[in-house]
């Protein structure tokens, strides 16, 4: 597609059930970036893939937040037994890696999960 | 560790007013910087970015200057305009290969 897709655009789910969460990056773009940003809050960094390998997932707030991708394809951002502080909106990037630091990041839409 | 500040908003402005919304980073070595913004609705765009001290970037009318000696990179703007409102992220990227670490964001508002 022309841009990055995220799915679903909006979850609504209760304490305690599992969520994933979709995106689909531009073609051709090797990164892919995982952010959440909480009301009022700025971009937390989540995960980090190169590629289908993750060298940096130290955002990851806890064990019940895991990310796969497949190639340089879909990632998807599982969130088990949800809790109500991961209520946010979940934001996908992607950029085309050349090695340099000036990457243009492109951003979906994001995912607002609210968990009541 | 790597981090970015910003001004808190919101920021209310005038149509045609000066704008300034100020952004400090701490990192270490020779970071990347962005400014990103996010219109009402969309998803975030880069605006402007700057990769090596005393660069300036530059887009819509809208400047920052990388400044090594302040660990500064303001973004300015000489003439709002009531479609520029909108939330102002500042991000820095440490070294290739590195997620971008982004500030909490600025809202601007103008009003004609």
């Known amino acids: 597609g022309a841009g990055v897709s995220q799915s679903p655009s909006n979850k609504v789910t209760e304490k305690g059930k599992d969520v994933e969460l979709r995106c689909d990056p531009i073609s051709g773009h090797t990164a892919l970036y995982w952010y959440r940003q909480r009301l009022g809050q700025g971009l937390e960094f989540l995960i980090y893939?190169?590629?289908?390998?993750?060298?940096?997932k130290s955002g990851l707030p806890s064990d019940r937040f895991s990310a796969e991708r497949t190639g340089e394809s879909v990632s998807t951002l599982t969130i088990q037994r949800t809790q109500q502080e991961d209520s946010a909106v979940y934001l996908c990037?992607?950029?085309?890696?050349?090695?340099?630091?000036?990457?243009?990041?492109?951003f979906g839409s994001g995912t607002q999960l609210s968990v009541l | 560790g790597n981090s970015v500040t910003q001004m808190e908003g919101p920021v209310t402005l005038s149509e045609e007013a000066f704008l300034t919304i100020n952004c400090t980073y701490t990192?270490?070595?020779?970071?990347?910087l962005f400014w990103y913004v996010q219109y009402p609705g969309e998803g975030l765009q880069l605006l402007l970015k700057?990769?090596?001290?005393?660069d300036k970037g530059s887009n819509k009318g809208f400047e920052a200057t990388y400044r090594k000696e302040t660990t500064s990179f303001h973004l300015e703007k000489g003439s709002v305009q009531v479609s520029d409102s909108a939330v102002y992220f500042c991000?820095?990227?440490?070294?290739?290969?590195?997620?971008?670490?982004f500030g909490k964001g600025t809202t601007l508002s103008v009003s004609s």
């Open positions: 893939f190169q590629g289908n390998s993750a060298p940096d």
């Open positions: 990037a992607s950029s085309f890696f050349s090695g340099g630091r000036g990457e243009k990041l492109f």
């Open positions: 700057a990769t090596k001290a005393d």
């Open positions: 990192a270490t070595g020779y970071p990347s």
């Open positions: 991000a820095l990227s440490p070294q290739a290969g590195t997620a971008l670490i």
